[in-house]
């Protein structure tokens, strides 16, 4: 029986459970129990990230541990071996460990942030709770050293020329010629300009270990506040001016049709962590991750593994991200 069949029997499990259900990412494969989920990282080499070893694939299942208990710490229970004995895997259990399997607390799928948004659900109230889940994270989170040369413009600089080199060959098809244009050109003028104030971002201290992958997918509003999901797997999308964190939730919000919200949480934190520049940098930042966005999905566009139906949905997430990238640059002149 292979690795994903066995692990699809509820036996296999250390605490009781009815079914599993199973998910994929393109990194991970995720199992839900009735109570937990277990993910195990694939193995798999990107250059960006390395999953190709067992010993890589838990130490970044420790980091992730580790990180995302700054935010969710009774979400993230612990990394626990999954070992092979007499032929049958148990996670947990004892024998010959042929993977590792990060456990945490299944939280109420109808209260994931996006959940709640597509219900037209979402209030001021809710986005307050985040915004003081987020001020005293970003307080605590570590700063300094080499975490503060990813605030130096030469870096952001080359974050920005990457993703656009990146997009380049889906100008004609996923964006125009004229849009990929104005937005280079933004960014390069936006960094130009605004020299000082980066320098000044980096000397303030609000360059930090921030969370990297902050939107509405990986926010659950149960009876706390629940952010997860954080990157592990490569610092250099972790380390950033806290208005790049911030800037992406309120991406999400634009995107998902609620800038009144968006703008609201963006104030609010600004408000709460006395940080007015915050609101300068936002235009810039938001754009950035919408060009993110756009990109993972022109990529996913051209994935053989996935079917012509979802490429094509792929390919229209791709045109709405950047679409909305290029309406910050025009916001940002």
């Known amino acids: 029986m292979d690795f994903l069949t066995s ?55 420790q980091q992730e541990l580790v990180l995302n208990r700054r935010l969710a710490p009774e979400m993230y229970l612990a990394v626990l ?9 148990k996670v947990g259990g004892a024998g010959q460990i042929v993977e590792y399997a990060l456990q945490m607390l299944r939280l109420p799928q109808h209260l994931m942030m996006d959940e709640i948004a597509d219900r037209q659900e979402l209030t001021p109230a809710m986005l307050a709770r985040i915004v003081g889940r987020l001020v005293p994270f970003y307080q605590e989170a570590a700063t300094g050293g080499r975490i503060n040369k990813f605030g130096h413009i030469s870096v952001i600089r080359f974050n920005h020329e990457e993703n656009f080199k990146q997009i380049e060959p889906f100008v004609g098809s996923l964006l125009s010629s004229q849009v990929f244009r104005d937005m280079v050109w933004y960014a390069e003028t936006f960094l130009r300009e605004q020299s000082d104030l980066f320098a000044e971002r980096l000397k303030s201290g609000k360059i930090r270990d921030c969370h990297g992958d902050l939107h509405m997918k990986n926010i659950c509003l149960a009876d706390g506040v629940y952010i997860f999901d954080c990157i592990e797997f490569n610092p250099r999308f972790r380390y950033s001016d806290v208005a790049a964190d911030i800037a992406f939730l309120a991406m999400d919000l634009d995107f998902h049709g609620y800038a009144d919200l968006s ?34 999905n022109a990529l996913a566009s051209q994935a053989v593994d996935l079917t012509q139906g979802e490429r094509h949905q792929a390919a229209a997430l791709a045109r709405r991200y950047f679409e909305l990238a290029w309406q910050y640059s025009q916001e940002g002149r």
């Open 7 to 61: 692990m699809l029997r509820p036996e296999v499990y250390p605490k009781p459970t009815t079914r599993v259900e199973f998910l994929q990412t393109y990194i991970s494969y995720i199992f839900l129990t009735d109570q937990h989920v277990y993910k195990v990282k694939k193995p798999v080499n990107f250059g960006y990230l390395d999953f190709s070893t067992l010993r890589k694939r838990h130490y970044y299942l």
């Open 263 to 296: 703008r609201f949480f963006c104030q609010s934190f600004a408000d709460q962590a006395a940080d007015s520049d915050l609101l300068h940098l936002l235009p810039f930042y938001k754009s950035y991750r919408a060009v993110v966005r756009g990109k993972i």
């Open 81 to 89: 071996p999954i070992a092979k004995r007499h032929g049958s895997l």
